[in-house]
């Protein structure tokens, strides 16, 4: 079978096509034929070394992935043809992969292979944030920044799901139509001083909760924007560098600042996947999770995918679909 290989930490520019072996279960491991792939941040900082995991090369990279099940344990609660997706550390970016039983979930009968592949490492990921991490309630106020992009946007979709009232913050005018479409109640540009427009908009109480994809200098712009005990919640570094935070502003202000880290927790709690699975779907079927596709590629175009993604050059999630 076909798999794209990091033989080098250069970036998409050290994948290479190779033909491999095909993957063989076991008791605990299901094998899965691929009909989608999602394509994730982390993968591009995976690929360029940046990522705090680095596995020996060559490996095939990839952690979201959906399919059809050819082959699982007896006794495991799978069977061959289920339909299901599933989070993996490594190995998404193949035509087939070997994946633990404990990490698939049943893709619901009305959700195609595009869309379960772009609901589970963004949308478990803000879930985890906003309802356990952040403990978002309802008519609470939540910022999502990155609002234009893959994890922001899957974040405006779950606060709403969750009954907030969201505010998304985009780099610029040709982001709007995402957040809107995301179903946010007010957009913003995250310009210098974007808090007092988010005071603005909050009768100068400010927000609730806000999740920060971005880090560099919106981050302490942000903790401006922040009602008294409020939460920002730390998902990434997208924008550039990791900010420092001087912990008197949170004393004075009555706030909190709180990591997330889906994966790690994962690891640690098998049943959080089977959690957030079952309100995500509760969600979909209410129709304020809508994972927003902004582009499609073929496989064969993974690499270049991962290139535009590196561009800033997508809207919304980017999903390869496999024939």
Not at 10 to 31: F, I, Q, S
Not at 93 to 121: C, H, K, Q, T
Not at 179 to 189: F, H, L, M, N, R
């Amino acid at each position: 079978m076909r798999a794209f290989r990091l033989h080098s930490y250069d970036g998409p520019a050290g994948l290479r096509l190779d033909d491999v072996a095909e993957p063989t279960g076991d008791g605990e491991t299901a094998v899965v034929e691929v009909r989608a792939i999602g394509i994730n941040f982390p993968d591009l900082l995976l690929t360029k070394g940046q990522y705090q995991r680095k596995p020996d090369t060559p490996f095939t990279p990839g952690c979201e992935v959906a399919g059809v099940i050819r082959w699982a344990p007896e006794g495991s609660g799978w069977s061959a043809g289920d339909r299901v997706m599933a989070f993996i550390w490594d190995g998404a970016y193949a035509e087939s992969v070997a994946i633990p039983v404990r990490s698939l979930v049943a893709i619901p009968d009305d959700m195609g292979f595009d869309i379960a592949a772009g609901l589970v490492v963004n949308h478990h990921t803000v879930h985890f944030a906003l309802a356990r991490r952040g403990q978002v309630q309802p008519g609470e106020s939540v910022l999502v920044m990155g609002a234009g992009g893959g994890i922001g946007s899957a974040a405006v979709q779950v606060a709403k799901g969750l009954g907030a009232r969201v505010i998304a913050g985009v780099a610029g005018d040709h982001e709007v139509a995402v957040a809107k479409e995301s179903g946010a109640d007010d957009v913003i540009i995250l310009e210098k001083g974007f808090a007092a427009q988010v005071r603005g908009l909050t009768d100068d109480n400010g927000v609730d909760a806000i999740l920060d994809p971005l880090g560099d200098w919106l981050f302490d712009e942000a903790v401006r924007a922040l009602a008294s005990e409020g939460r920002i919640l730390v998902v990434g570094f997208a924008a550039g560098d990791i900010p420092s935070l001087r912990t008197n502003r949170l004393l004075l202000r009555n706030v909190s600042a709180v990591g997330v880290a889906w994966g790690a927790t994962l690891d640690k709690d098998p049943a959080l996947l089977a959690w957030g699975a079952a309100a995500l779907h509760r969600m979909y079927a209410d129709g304020s999770v809508r994972p927003h596709i902004g582009e499609r590629f073929s496989f064969d175009e993974i690499p270049a995918a991962l290139q535009r993604l590196d561009a800033h050059d997508i809207r919304g999630k980017a999903i390869i679909e496999v024939s």
